[in-house]
């Protein structure tokens, strides 16, 4: 057919067909998929830190928005051409940078699915089925984790699917502000004190500063490498005390199961006790490492979590469910709903005034919301427990393999104890005699460049933290695709290039 | 086949292979193509509003998530047997419910190949593709819409995909406070004022209510039949000076480019010389109408746009792009910045600290953050200017057609005036002789019945709607399979029941 013929086919598409048509659906559905199979099966020929320099697309792309419908064939050929060289693959076996946004063919379907419904499920009747399966879905997770059965709803608890964890942070914080400002008057706002540590996300202070809290009151606790960067509830406590004596009112509490810099626990047991003891509202952030609980052998990072409030884990992370699904999971939703519903007349309904429904639209910040719970429930029932046990093991083990590669190499270092399936080491700096602290800078400066310098090869991707002053390498394994080889081959990649980088010193 | 060996072959899918083997994923992506294809084909034959009952759910499914592996064919029949029945039709043709949410074809796609690339775009660097294509489609869609130049990156302004009004409300509320609280001291914060009307969406109470906003401080003016229910200029000054003189500080009007209850539009120049003179931030909140105003003889309705600080609509609502998408300008993105940026060293990088580059991560709530603008980008492109416009209109022209339907029958009222895709209407009261006002309650109760019967019959389904204490039927059209023939059919529904309601009130 010649390229007339599939214009004028194509402008048809446009024009005279309904942008729904199921026929032309099916064609192009089935075109997209061929098209993302394939790059499954040669993602490892592309580098995995994109290479662009900023401001590359504008250069490709038209000022303004065709005025005329263009084939799908072209816009493909542009993605290929224009959008992949852009990307950072994060679905590479290659990729070890942040943390994991792992895929999975299930998750995929799912998604899809929940697109193609295209329902808005603000509440109960708006489609039933989505909140039906979404209460099911976080009951379900919810026993995997063993969670004690008041986060449930089976024991009056339960279970919501945010998109991210700070917009977890922000409904617990806003539901546990309001509450105690009840109790101690509206005006008091600017007295409440918000509690993590300095190895907390980010996501703290933000969603602090949204919720109105007094920039000078969210208190980062300092941690330090004699607790493994974990927040000593001595330190808590004194904050706490500190505050008191100031006059402000300590309000709420994040710990951390797997923090972002160095996958470091927080003693969830200890610090609830304290949090108890000042009347705070304990919200464990496990975004990373949560859903390795689900392992009978990892489970204990969680005791204590029956004395928290709430609890969120990234089912987008590291649990095959693709972006964006964040499981968040509360003893009092009452609490949630107090501070985050509305009830305008234009959505009244017999069902919810039934009282016999869940309407998540108030458990969340957004009146609208996708059907999440489906991928969620595809991806547990495509694998089952067992694999999805075997495959965050397989991941840990192939950490594990990669910490045991450094070891053997005495030019590097493990720099904190390794918790899950992420490794953080660095290259000794050859003058690192230890005698004094400029030796401590040399070490970052070298690191800095060779982990710039691997980046830049394109062949692995990892990024860094800074912990105790110490600049560290992260090797975060948990991409789906990622096999022995890959971890083999990425400790080959770091290897040659400090060999390199240590050649070019001594030279 | 046999079942047997079905089930030797699938239960290999979650133990043997990769989760994200590109030959499974071809292999179930094309089944899926298919069963979403089969579903539009079909989705006629479904009740359009769900039939199921408060729990249905739980009665098909397991109380724990399986151990071992299902296959993909026992899943897809359970979607079949137990989601599908529970699911409210958003894509039938026969929904013209709350506002559409309109899935196409190029939507979709865009949506399988974010979800397949699965990156996640916080700032540049982790995804560069995904930060530029969004600033590159949101400058098309604002000239599209012929926002000032000061709304775009070209003209220092900029926009940002969120997922929702509500998120967007929320950030720019965020940024209005605190550079107001800069300036009057952070302890002023419960002296803040939120102004909309009594139409104004709830997210805006929300989101008053999530920054600290004092629930006391949040004014819903009221409207009346005389301005359309649109907020009245005259109305929101008084409401000022009266908190002026209280004391308060005003901060915050939000008016509305098409309510929900009857796409009322606030006179947007009138309200932001208001605004002006008070120094309020104005967020212009088009979720629904906006997109009509890409169609020249639609646009005078954001006129006075340029003296706003931002504006927003809903590429989910009536646009074609599937949830969520919310399309989020501002004229000055630092001030967004400066509420909600986070600067953690984990995140640090050369392209960020060039400062050539947007890390849209400052710009919205959460960190991770979906490639959204790839599904714009394959709407506006596979359709073109010409089409989109045709196809609003084409709902428009719908509206007006059902409208005439309803005018020609006398036992019918148009309640407000249709503006654009959405008539709003009521059924007389038999003995609504307006002399007095229990009539009135009388005609409530008898669409509040007609409504209930229409909806049950599973053939169309409509909402409702109060203003001014008069009840009426919503009826939106704009899901993207509607065909004249449907509107048609919808009044023979609409008839047909009132036929029986007044025949049963008369025998």
Not at 60 to 75: G, R, V
Request: glycine share 8%; charged share 20%; with cysteine.
């Amino acid at each position: 057919m010649g390229s007339l013929n599939t214009n004028v086919l194509e402008s048809n598409l446009g024009c005279g067909l309904n942008p729904l048509d199921p026929e032309e659906f099916r064609k192009h559905g089935h075109m997209v998929i061929d098209f993302l199979a394939d790059y499954y099966r040669d993602i490892e020929k592309y580098p995995v830190r994109s290479q662009v320099e900023p401001g590359y697309l504008k250069k490709c792309l038209p000022d303004t928005a065709p005025y005329n419908p263009e084939s799908m064939e072209t816009i493909m050929k542009d993605i290929q051409t224009h959008i992949v060289p852009g990307l950072t693959h994060w679905q590479s076996p290659n990729y070890f940078a942040y943390f994991p946004s792992s895929g999975s063919t299930a998750g995929f379907l799912g998604e899809m699915l929940s697109t193609g419904f295209n329902v808005v499920g603000f509440n109960w009747m708006s489609s039933p089925a989505a909140t039906e399966l979404e209460t099911i879905v976080m009951d379900w997770l919810g026993k995997m984790l063993k969670l004690p059965n008041s986060f449930l709803f089976s024991g009056n608890g339960g279970g919501v699917l945010q998109g991210t964890t700070c917009e977890a942070i922000l409904c617990t914080l806003t539901a546990a502000r309001d509450r105690k400002l009840n109790e101690i008057g509206r005006e008091n706002i600017g007295r409440l004190v918000v509690y993590g540590s300095d190895q907390t996300h980010c996501a703290l202070q933000k969603a602090a500063q949204i919720a109105g809290i007094n920039p000078s009151n969210f208190r980062a606790v300092a941690t330090s490498k004699k607790t493994n960067f974990g927040l000593s509830p001595e330190s808590l406590t004194a904050a706490i005390v500190k505050d008191l004596e100031s006059g402000l009112v300590p309000l709420f509490l994040c710990p951390t199961v797997g923090t972002t810099s160095s996958t470091a626990v927080d003693p969830i047991g200890p610090l609830c006790d304290v949090a108890k003891e000042y009347g705070l509202w304990v919200h464990i952030d496990a975004a990373y490492a949560g859903s390795a609980c689900i392992c009978p052998e990892f489970r204990h990072f969680i005791d204590g979590v029956e004395s928290a409030d709430s609890f969120s884990f990234n089912a987008h992370k590291w649990f095959f469910t693709t972006l964006d699904c964040c499981c968040l999971w509360v003893k009092d939703p009452s609490a949630l709903v107090k501070s985050l519903s509305t009830n305008p007349e234009y959505l009244r309904n017999k069902a919810t005034e039934s009282k016999q429904v869940v309407d998540y639209k108030d458990w969340q910040i957004a009146l609208s919301r996708r059907f999440r719970s489906m991928k969620l429930w595809m991806v547990l029932r495509t694998y089952g427990v067992a694999n999805l046990r075997n495959f965050l093991r397989t991941h840990v083990k192939m950490a594990k393999h990669f910490e045991g590669l450094v070891a053997m190499d005495g030019r590097f270092e493990i720099v904190v104890p390794r918790n899950f399936a992420m490794v953080c080491f660095r290259l000794l700096s050859p003058a690192d005699d230890g005698e004094n602290g400029s030796a401590d800078g040399r070490a970052n400066e070298l690191n800095r460049k060779l982990l710039e310098a691997i980046n830049s090869s394109g062949r692995i991707y990892m990024t860094h933290a800074v912990v105790g002053g110490t600049y560290m390498i992260r090797f975060a394994v948990g991409a789906t695709l990622t096999e022995d080889r890959h971890v083999n081959l990425a400790w080959k990649v770091v290897k040659e290039h400090a060999d390199s980088m240590l050649n070019s010193i001594y030279s």
